[in-house]
């Protein structure tokens, strides 16, 4: 797992597990209309949910992954988590995954933390092409991603089980091609 502190305008970004313990994570994402879409995130999510998934992400040895919290620079208030996984240096690809607590929806925070982690993505870890996939019915997510220039690369069938049930997911990507304008 990377370590890693990001400063932004209104937010910073920073590894998940030196911020947050496992209380905390479970009361904030324990949300039945937050986790709808997110087919690894059980509802109810309890404590014992949470302690093994900060324990797997202690777990991680290489630089597969980016778990980051969502921070405000002024009250500290925990917004969400933004992440890069599945980062594959040689190809220099990595997925993007994010969500924000319910009361902080459409204020801008998903487009402030993605923007900053793609950024770092990259610049600093030179890859060259970012991926995201989401429920087809994921309206939210799928406005946020072709708003930061994702294109839409096709629907997997019934490629997982959300809470029971097979559901369709798009997959998305950004090249760093689409993204230099941007950076102009
Ligand atoms: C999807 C999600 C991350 C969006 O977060 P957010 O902080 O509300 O998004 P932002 O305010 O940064 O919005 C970014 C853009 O997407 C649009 N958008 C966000 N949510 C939207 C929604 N529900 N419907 C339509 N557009 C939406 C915004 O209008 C904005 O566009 P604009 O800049 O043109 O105004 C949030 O709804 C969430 O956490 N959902 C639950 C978890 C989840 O589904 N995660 C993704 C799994 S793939």
Redesign the pocket.
């Known amino acids: 797992m990377r370590e890693l502190l990001l400063r932004g305008k209104r937010i910073y970004l920073e590894t998940l597990t030196t911020k947050v313990d496992a209380k905390m994570l479970q009361e904030n994402i324990n949300d039945i ?6 087919y690894t995130v059980p509802y109810p999510y309890t404590l014992e949910d949470a302690e093994s998934y900060l324990k797997y992400l202690n777990s991680i040895s290489d630089d597969s992954s980016i778990e980051l919290g969502i921070f405000d620079n002024f009250t500290e208030e925990f917004i ?1 988590v933004v992440s890069l996984e599945n980062i594959n240096h040689n190809y220099g690809n990595g997925e993007i ?6 009361r ?9 933390a ?1 923007q900053m982690l793609i950024k770092y993505a990259f610049q600093e870890l030179k890859l060259i092409r970012i991926y ?4 087809k019915e ?4 799928l ?2 991603l072709t ?1 930061l220039g994702f294109q839409v690369e096709g629907l997997m069938r019934k490629s997982v089980k959300n809470k029971g049930t097979l559901v369709d997911r798009y997959i998305c990507s950004l090249l760093i091609e689409d993204y230099k304008p941007h950076l102009k």
């Open positions: 209309e937050q986790t709808k879409y997110m969400g995954g994010y969500w924000i607590r319910k902080f929806w459409k204020k801008g925070y998903a487009k402030e993605t995201a996939t989401l429920q994921n309206t939210g997510s406005a946020l708003n």
